[in-house]
C-alpha cells in the first residue's frame, strides 16, 4: 500500500525503503543517506507520519535537518506539506500523538508482561535443556567437566551451559 501510494502521487520520483523500525533513527541506513543527499527545494516523501518517527524527538531533529537544506517533508495520508506554516504546525500535533501512541503501547505491554509473571508464566524463549539435563550439566561441571565439552555433548553453546551453571 505504502509503495503505490507513493508512485501514485509521485511516479517520477526516486523511490527508497527500508524495513526498519520508525521508533528510532538508529540502524536506518537508508533514511540517513535519504537526509544526506536531499537538497535546496527536494521534498521526502513519506506515506503515514508513523513510518517516519514515533517520538517527537526524531521528528524534529529529522524535520530540522530537511529545513537546514532548504527542503520539506510531505506526508501523504493526513496531507501535510511542511513547506508550509499551517503543515509544520499540523506536523507537530500529529508528532505528540504519535509519541502518545508509542508510550500506551508500551505501558500495556509492560502491564501485560507484569500480570504474566503475576500468574507465574514463563516469559522468553523455551529452555534448550530440560530440568533433568540442566542438573546433568551441574553434576558433570562438578566432577570436572569443561563448559566446552558439556556445550558439544548437549549440542548448545558455551553461553547456555555459563547461564546454566549460574542459576
Not at 29 to 38: F, T
Not at 67 to 81: C, F, M, P, R
Not at 97 to 106: D, G, I, M, V
Request: aromatic share 4%.
Amino acid at each position: 500500500m505504502q509503495k503505490d501510494a507513493l508512485k501514485i502521487a509521485y511516479p517520477e520520483a526516486v523511490h527508497r525503503s527500508e524495513k526498519a523500525s520508525a521508533t528510532t533513527t538508529k540502524g536506518r541506513d537508508v533514511l540517513l543517506m535519504i537526509l544526506d543527499m536531499v537538497g535546496v527545494g527536494d521534498k521526502l516523501v513519506v506515506w503515514k507520519l508513523d513510518r517516519l518517527a514515533r517520538n517527537m524527538h526524531d521528528l524534529t531533529t529529522i524535520v530540522a535537518a530537511l529545513d537546514a537544506k532548504g527542503a520539506a517533508l510531505e506526508i501523504l495520508d493526513q496531507k501535510i506539506d511542511t513547506s508550509t506554516a499551517a503543515g509544520k504546525a499540523f506536523l507537530q500535533m500529529l508528532g505528540v500523538f504519535a509519541e502518545f501512541e508509542t508510550n500506551l503501547r508500551k505501558e500495556r505491554q509492560l502491564a501485560g508482561i507484569a500480570a504474566a509473571k503475576a500468574q507465574g508464566k514463563h516469559l522468553g524463549r523455551a529452555a534448550k535443556l530440560s530440568q533433568e539435563q540442566q542438573h546433568e550439566v551441574r553434576c558433570k561441571h562438578n566432577q570436572g567437566v569443561t563448559p566446552s565439552k558439556l556445550a558439544h555433548d548437549y549440542d548448545v553453546s558455551r553461553a547456555t551451559v555459563y547461564n546454566i551453571l549460574k542459576s
